[in-house]
């Protein structure tokens, strides 16, 4: 956790968690820590941890299941993708378009440099 960071602690605890579904650490269906767990692992409040679950169950990346836990969603890898997807273009495009500008990038220089990048990736590593 960024302590001194302007994003919220409860939301930097659910991007991690988006990220982890995104990246395939927790599938669908799959149980995640709970609650006092999270928050013992990192060292926040249960109640910012609840708040980071809320969060995520209005998002329909997570479901609670009174007396079991909460569940990682049926799509909410999809989810997740298309959240960081949207949140991509709103927050970070618009900057490195600024800078693509102010330094006479191209689109051909970074097709370039996607490929080379492609190439230096290690194998399985695919998710573009």
Same mark, same amino acid.
């Given at each position: 956790?960024?302590?001194?960071?302007?994003?919220?602690?409860?939301?930097?605890?659910?991007?991690?968690? !988006? +990220?982890?579904?995104?990246?395939? +650490?927790?599938?669908?269906?799959?149980?995640?820590?709970?609650? !006092?767990?999270?928050?013992?692992? %990192?060292?926040?409040?249960?109640?910012?941890?609840?708040?980071?679950?809320?969060?995520?169950?209005? !998002?329909?990346?997570?479901?609670?299941?009174?007396?079991?836990?909460?569940?990682?969603?049926?799509?909410?890898?999809?989810?997740?993708?298309? +959240?960081?997807?949207? +949140?991509?273009?709103?927050?970070?495009?618009? #900057?490195? %378009?600024?800078?693509?500008?102010?330094?006479?990038? #191209?689109?051909?220089?970074?097709?370039?440099?996607?490929? !080379?990048?492609?190439?230096?990736?290690?194998?399985?590593?695919?998710?573009?």
């Amino acid at each position: 956790m960024e302590f001194s960071e302007p994003k919220g602690i409860y939301l930097q605890i659910a991007d991690q968690i !988006r +990220e982890r579904i995104l990246r395939g +650490e927790w599938k669908a269906g799959e149980r995640i820590p709970s609650i !006092r767990e999270l928050a013992v692992e %990192l060292g926040v409040n249960p109640n910012t941890v609840t708040r980071s679950y809320q969060k995520l169950v209005d !998002r329909e990346l997570i479901s609670n299941q009174r007396g079991r836990g909460y569940f990682v969603c049926d799509d909410a890898a999809g989810r997740a993708l298309k +959240e960081m997807k949207d +949140e991509f273009m709103r927050e970070q495009m618009p #900057g490195i %378009l600024r800078t693509m500008k102010l330094l006479g990038i #191209g689109p051909d220089e970074v097709a370039d440099e996607l490929a !080379r990048s492609r190439e230096s990736e290690p194998k399985g590593d695919d998710r573009s």
